[in-house]
């Protein structure tokens, strides 16, 4: 069986892009790969969070990807700094990775532009440490988006020189994984474009209902279609976009039909679209707040998940060591 590894960011709550767009098809792979996830808060570091933001944090992403459905007892879900291993892979990794290549990479170049105060030697490494996350466990598919492909080519690309180096075949060299026709892009409600965390459009899957509504309700619209059957100006076509991902058919069905003969009102086919997205997130809003709240699990997970992937990680870098040439005496 294949195995698949995701790196979750340990900032920012799901939005319903990040649902549908990963998390969702996450759900579905765990049983179809050996799965790993893991919270990714070593690289969290490179942004000098404050402690206590920190623990919250990963507290708040743990609890919404169990809310989500991956499940601990079928996929491997850790936190990245409960596996000493992988630093001490990254530390291994460092000594063939050269600055020139690590100072050309765009997500650094772009975190030197956003961060010029705190331009530290983690940001610089933090492909070195993402290639360590995935050929510690020896993944074959990567699921990245867009502005990870860069980081993931470098994982390949340092993987492929360790073989090189000490003429093994040790690591398999990572694919991304490509979700095929699963891939959705959920737009935003601001009339174009998609929804994202930096894009400050998010529906958040831990929004409370009057929150939901109140976004909704601010969507940008037109003035209404001129002519029946007319083909939805990009704003419209967002707002039946979402509809079709969270409400029955009869009622996308309804305001289609309206939207042809000229009849629609936005606003009647908002308050539908907010209550189906209320009817949808409500039931994970819930799941996260109880997960949340519940130390006593949380502790079982974390600590079985580190468990079951310092296994695989503690075999990586005993077999590493022995190529690298550490003999015991
Ligand atoms: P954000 O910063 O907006 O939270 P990320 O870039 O951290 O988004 O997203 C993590 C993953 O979530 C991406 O790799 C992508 O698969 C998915 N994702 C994010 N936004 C969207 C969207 N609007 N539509 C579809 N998928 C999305
Ligand atoms: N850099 C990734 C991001 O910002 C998170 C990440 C860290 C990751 N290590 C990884 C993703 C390994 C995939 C594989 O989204």
Not at 148 to 173: C, D, P, S
Not at 228 to 236: A, D
Request: hydrophobic fraction near 35%; charged fraction near 25%.
């Amino acid at each position: 069986m294949e195995t698949v590894l995701s790196g979750i960011r340990s900032t920012g709550n799901l939005h319903l892009g990040n649902y549908f767009g990963a998390v969702r098809n996450f759900v579905k792979m765990q049983h179809e790969y050996n799965c790993y996830f893991f919270i990714a808060d070593i690289h969290s570091l490179t942004t000098h969070p404050k402690p206590d933001n920190l623990h919250e944090n990963i507290k708040k992403v743990l609890s919404e990807y169990l809310a989500c459905g991956i499940d601990p007892d079928i996929a491997t879900i850790y936190i990245q700094s409960d596996v000493p291993e992988i630093p001490q892979l990254y530390l291994l990794l460092n000594m063939n990775a050269y600055i020139g290549e690590l100072e050309r990479t765009t997500t650094f170049k772009e975190k030197v532009r956003k961060q010029p105060e705190n331009v530290n030697a983690g940001l610089l490494t933090y492909p070195v440490l993402m290639c360590a996350d995935i050929i510690i466990h020896n993944a074959d598919k990567v699921p990245v988006g867009k502005d990870q492909e860069q980081n993931l080519e470098m994982a390949r690309k340092f993987a492929r020189r360790f073989n090189h180096i000490y003429g093994v075949e040790y690591f398999t060299l990572p694919e991304p994984f490509n979700f095929g026709s699963d891939l959705v892009k959920v737009p935003g409600l601001d009339g174009a474009g998609k929804m994202g965390k930096s894009e400050g459009n998010g529906i958040y899957l831990i929004d409370d209902p009057k929150v939901i509504r109140k976004k909704v309700m601010q969507a940008v619209t037109d003035a209404g279609p001129e002519k029946p059957n007319s083909i939805k100006p990009e704003p419209i076509q967002n707002l039946f976009y979402l509809m079709e991902l969270v409400s029955e058919e009869n009622t996308i069905r309804h305001f289609d039909d309206l939207y042809n003969n000229c009849t629609i009102r936005y606003g009647d086919l908002k308050k539908q679209l907010a209550e189906d997205i209320v009817k949808f997130t409500t039931p994970y809003r819930e799941r996260i707040l109880d997960i949340y709240n519940d130390d006593a699990y949380l502790r079982r997970v974390v600590s079985q998940g580190a468990e079951k992937a310092r296994q695989s990680a503690s075999k990586t870098l005993r077999e590493v060591r022995e190529i690298i040439g550490y003999r015991s005496f």
